[in-house]
């Protein structure tokens, strides 16, 4: 049985996003010139005395049409550009010439009124602000105003900031402000932690109270995987109150959490790559003065989740460090990770139960990972030296998608728990070839070669790929596609990384053709196998599948490239009978042993007309 598998290259998905929101004129797409290489991202606002409609044109292209507020970010090529607002009936209003940079975020605001106008364009600063902090920035859009002082809860936050002045964003504590420009009445704002704002204040020198327009944006995106949690695992003795503690990262004065209680795992904090200084403290003291129980000095790389373990005691507190395994899993699939972080049991194995071993074996202080069918699992932990013996057991729910972490700990009795958390998917498939007289085959999918020379009989191993849309196209074996060869076969194909694993087989000759079917890799019930078949006999018009033992038809007339269900049947050892649905039993697969859960796939391939080519391909998988 020969398997074979090309590396998977050059397959890329090429997202095109247009933006649009309300009074925004679509504009055809047009060529970059040469010199333009990064693109920028520019909004624009109306904060206007008046607040009246305007419409608002870049590079004399008309962007947002009566506008009366704000509209979001816009992605422009980097380099020179000019804004303009006008009224909506086409009378230039004010305009302001910018260099947009690569990757930044700015924000071209309309500001006064009359022949007071301007134009006012600010860089914003979106990196990601400090946890708990909101990053602020306020201009002074009062017109004939001018050395005014910003003022925070009665704090002065600026000084001598003139008409069309922009301060400089600093971060704060999230939360409610009362804020001020000059002598004139407070308004209320609201900052929400993790983002940035651009806070206007609008109206004219009489204006007893400015009003505010106040813009938002969420920091630029960190990679989702570069992040850390906490867990407090630190025990006590029976009776005595459980400690709790504070972490404190990079000298930053705000806990990043607080109050870890025994047994809870902290949400994830997302950073950007680099060096970390992790205090812990118990709950009550901080570094104002108090020492920290547990210090820890790491490097967090790009791509990179660690999980920090408080374990020992309150006298003795440790800090045990594990990296999770973020890479994508298969369809239906999830990742078990096991930590073993007692003592009690100094090795151990996992056992699911349908009485598979999941995963073999996890030594005191370490991690151990496997992925397995996504679903709801009562496990049994065994020794690992004698898995007959158990030694405890554990549930976790491990749903498709998710990585299932389960933490067995405790110094004196054995504890456990678990958590989950989202991973990416990716589809799978994999091909077989049950198309006699047919040639080895070449696979494509949008134009590239992923599997080459597959002969009549063998399959592959599931080929993982991003999910999306594909054309699939089938030549003969080592045929280099040219303009002007027809394929053998041609698909369309959406391929989801939600659904189920796909196996796509080729078959007939004449009439070739290349048949999908879905894979079903869920749980199988305890002391249960899985088995689906395929009609891929050539002459024979139906056929059906009948237990030898009992006469129960297992599946009814399949026509040529259909397959049955995905049939759950006792493992034992079973003789198939194949028929023409007329009660003709024309193939036999004789005591064949189903292995408790185990995952058959047998395509039944042949031609009726010469019964020597009678056989059948046998894919095998444990889910």
């Known amino acids: 049985m020969r398997k074979h598998l090309q590396s998977f290259i050059g397959l890329c998905l090429i997202g095109i996003i247009a933006l649009t929101a309300l009074g925004v004129v679509r504009q055809p797409a047009q060529a970059a010139p040469d010199t333009q290489t990064g693109v920028g991202f520019i909004r624009f606002a109306n904060a206007t005395v008046t607040g009246g409609d305007v419409n608002v044109y870049l590079d004399n292209r008309l962007i947002a049409n009566k506008l009366f507020n704000v509209v979001g970010y816009f992605t422009f090529y980097t380099g020179d550009h000019t804004v303009v607002f006008t009224t909506p009936a086409g009378d230039q209003i004010a305009s302001a010439n910018f260099t947009l940079a690569n990757v930044t975020r700015m924000t071209a605001a309309l500001i006064g009124a009359g022949g007071d106008s301007r134009v006012v364009v600010t860089v914003d600063n979106a990196a990601p602000p400090v946890r708990n902090l909101s990053r602020v920035a306020y201009v002074n859009a009062v017109q004939g105003s001018d ?7 009665g704090e002065v936050v600026a000084s001598d900031i003139g008409f069309g002045d922009v301060t400089e964003a600093t971060e704060v504590v999230a939360g409610s402000y009362s804020v001020a420009l000059g002598s004139a009445a407070a308004s209320d704002i609201v900052l929400s932690p993790g983002r940035y704002y651009l806070v206007f204040f609008v109206g004219d020198s009489a204006s007893p109270t400015p009003r505010i327009v106040q813009l938002t944006g969420r920091p630029y995106r960190v990679s989702g995987t570069n992040r850390f949690r906490f867990m407090n695992l630190v025990d006590v003795p029976e009776g005595t109150d459980e400690a709790t503690y504070d972490v404190y990262v990079n000298a930053d004065p705000i806990a990043v959490y607080a109050g870890i209680q025994y047994g809870e795992a902290t949400n994830e904090v997302v950073v950007t790559p680099g060096t970390y200084n992790f205090e812990v403290y118990a709950t009550g003291t901080s570094p104002d003065g108090g020492t920290p129980v547990a210090t820890l000095d790491t490097e967090i790389a790009e791509d990179q989740s660690l999980f920090i373990i408080l374990t020992g005691t309150p006298d003795a507190v440790k800090v045990d460090l594990f990296a999770d395994d973020l890479t994508p899993v298969p369809v239906n699939t999830a990742r078990l990770q096991v930590m073993n972080l007692t003592s009690l049991i100094p090795t151990f194995g996992v056992v699911s139960q349908n009485g598979i071993t999941l995963v073999q074996e996890v030594s005191e202080g370490s991690l151990a990972s496997a992925n ?39 110094a004196d009795r054995q504890r456990w728990t678990w958590f989950n958390e989202t991973v990416e998917q990716v589809a799978s498939v994999r091909f077989a070839h049950a198309a006699p007289d047919s040639p080895s085959l070449d696979f494509y999918l949008n134009g590239d070669l992923v599997l080459n020379n597959l002969n009549y009989l063998d399959y592959t191993d599931y080929l993982t790929l991003p999910a999306g849309n594909y054309e699939l196209t089938v030549y003969p074996g080592d045929v280099t596609p040219a303009e002007g060869v027809e394929p053998m076969w041609r698909d369309q194909l959406t391929i989801a990384a939600n659904n189920f694993p796909l196996t796509f087989v080729a078959l007939g000759t004449d009439n070739f053709r290349v048949n999908g079917f879905a894979d079903n890799l869920e749980i199988i019930p305890p002391d249960q196998a899985r088995v689906r078949f395929i009609h891929a006999v050539r002459n024979v018009p139906g056929m059906s599948v009948i237990n030898a033992a009992s006469g129960d038809v297992l599946a009814g007339v399949l026509a040529y490239g259909q397959g049955s269900d995905n049939l759950n049947m006792n493992a034992n050892t079973r003789t198939f009978n194949f028929s023409d649905g007329q009660g003709n039993v024309y193939y036999r697969i004789e005591s064949f042993d189903l292995t408790k859960g185990n995952y058959y796939t047998f395509i039944v391939v042949g031609d009726l007309s010469d019964p020597t080519t009678l056989g059948y391909i046998l894919i095998q998988v444990q889910p």
């Open 372 to 410: 397995i069918p996504g679903g709801l699992y009562d496990l049994t932990l065994v020794d690992a030296s004698d898995p007959s013996a158990s030694v405890g057991r554990a549930e976790v729910n491990a749903p498709s998608g998710s990585i299932a972490t389960l933490i067995i700990y405790g």
């Open 147 to 153: 050395g005014q002082d910003v003022r925070a809860n």
